[in-house]
């Protein structure tokens, strides 16, 4: 098995900047393909939905594209009562986390004396969510997702995610959606799900958002419909950053190293550090418990620590922190003797998690916080998913007669220097009247 390891500072700049782009997805090959899904979907609506289930899927041509009920009250007892009561537990970790996010209601505040501005916060309307299965089955990916869009108080919700060759979907995932309100549960995948979502069919209701990781099919299928769908953050391949000293456990450092890279091939799992002794014992214990992984896992893994991971050592953990701060991980862990002073020095990164107790594992099911983050370096801008995700803000503004008095001087002007007569007549020809006054 083969692991890298790197110095960075004898790396040159072309291979610093190949280590810092890690996976993106290649989506110009699949772009006329998906274009062409997309378009049918639209056109020819359910028909093209059952026969690409049909054609990926494996599906009979009558397979149902929503849902049945049945198919829920299988699912409650295809999974056992300790799953159940896992995702009921981190449910509510979930919901208590994100339960005081963007209240509800108008934002009021006095500019000058007479001018009232505020944001008045609502939700949207409709929203979906995607939820893939090609390297496994997703119901913590769906509560991430539907939790916070249930507590911002949208009032239509759907899923989508792809169907077995018998037509249903992940029971956990039919599970999970009953918990959350869903309302829609709908067994489709790939660009053609979200063309449905964007466009609708028979079957499949338009929705505002949808939004969820997926293959480069799906990224392609984003980026085609962003001007119909809001597509929400960018969620690509799984990428993990560990920055640690001397001091942490190797055996834990490589246990965590392996919980992102076993995503898939294209996930990136890096490990910083200015220490060449955890460094060696990392890269052995890694070999020890990679081989240990069921297929495909091993093999995803062997992949990521000889492509898009691995090692890097630093000559300090300052200049390890610069390094994290240009990667803007997804997921970063910080294993120093002083994680929080660490912490004051990291800037960009979708989630933190601090000290030797908070593996990538439970930060990715139960903690609470949000693991729908933004990867491929979109952290220097974006957030994980949050209630904000689910609402939408309009500014309001109220002025009395004397403050709009005290205001046409300057706003005219600024109207006059930009060249717009009608703003600058609107302003200099108000009169008061008993109404407004």
């Given at each position: ?262 995503h898939g091939s294209d996930s990136a799992a890096l490990l910083i550090t200015n220490s060449t002794e955890l460094a060696e014992r990392v890269r052995e214990y890694l070999v020890v418990f990679s081989g240990a992984l069921p297929e495909p896992r091993r093999t995803y893994v062997n992949h990521v620590l000889s492509g898009y ?129």
């Amino acid at each position: 098995m083969t692991i890298n390891t790197r110095r960075w500072s004898e790396l040159n700049r072309d291979e610093r900047a190949k280590l810092l782009s890690r996976s993106k997805f290649d989506i110009a090959d699949v772009s006329d393909a998906v274009a062409s899904i997309i378009l049918d979907v639209r056109e020819r609506g359910d028909t093209a939905i059952k026969e690409l289930n049909h054609r990926f899927d494996g599906t009979s041509l009558d397979t149902p594209i929503l849902v049945p009920k049945y198919h829920f009250e299988e699912a409650r007892t295809q999974i056992s009562q300790k799953l159940k009561d896992a995702i009921d537990y981190s449910i509510e970790n979930v919901r208590r986390f994100h339960s005081h996010q963007e209240p509800d209601g108008i934002f009021w505040k006095e500019l000058r004396r007479g001018i009232m501005a505020g944001e008045r916060t609502v939700p949207i309307e409709s929203v979906a969510f995607y939820v893939p299965r090609g390297r496994g089955s997703f119901p913590s990916m769906l509560y991430m997702m539907a939790v916070p869009a249930m507590i911002a108080g949208v009032k239509h919700m759907a899923v989508a995610s792809p169907p077995d060759s018998t037509g249903r979907i992940d029971p956990a995932c039919l599970y999970t959606a009953e918990l959350c309100g869903v309302q829609k549960s709908y067994a489709m995948g790939g660009a053609q799900a979200w063309s449905a979502l964007a466009y609708g069919t028979e079957s499949v209701e338009k929705v505002d958002k949808c939004i969820g990781p997926g293959n480069k099919y799906v990224a392609a299928a984003k980026k085609i419909l962003s001007d119909t769908l809001d597509c929400g953050l960018p969620a690509g391949p799984s990428e993990s950053i560990i920055l640690a000293d001397s001091s942490p456990d190797a055996k834990d450092i490589a246990r965590n190293l392996l919980v992102e890279a076993e995503h898939g091939s294209d996930s990136a799992a890096l490990l910083i550090t200015n220490s060449t002794e955890l460094a060696e014992r990392v890269r052995e214990y890694l070999v020890v418990f990679s081989g240990a992984l069921p297929e495909p896992r091993r093999t995803y893994v062997n992949h990521v620590l000889s492509g898009y991971g691995g090692i890097l050592i630093v000559e300090t953990i300052e200049e390890g922190i610069d390094i994290v701060n240009q990667f803007a991980t997804e997921h970063l862990q910080i294993r120093t003797s002083k994680p929080f002073e660490t912490l004051s020095l990291i800037s960009n990164a979708g989630e933190i998690l601090l000290g030797d107790n908070v593996p990538f594992s439970v930060a990715n099911y139960s903690v609470g916080t949000n693991a729908i983050l933004p990867t491929g370096g979109s952290a220097r801008t974006w957030s994980g998913v949050s209630v904000r995700d689910f609402k939408k803000r309009s500014s309001v503004v109220y002025l009395t007669s004397d403050a709009l008095n005290k205001l046409r001087p300057h706003s005219s002007l600024l109207a006059e220097y930009e060249g717009f007569p009608a703003h600058q007549r609107a302003l200099d020809e108000w009169e008061p009247t008993e109404k407004n006054r």
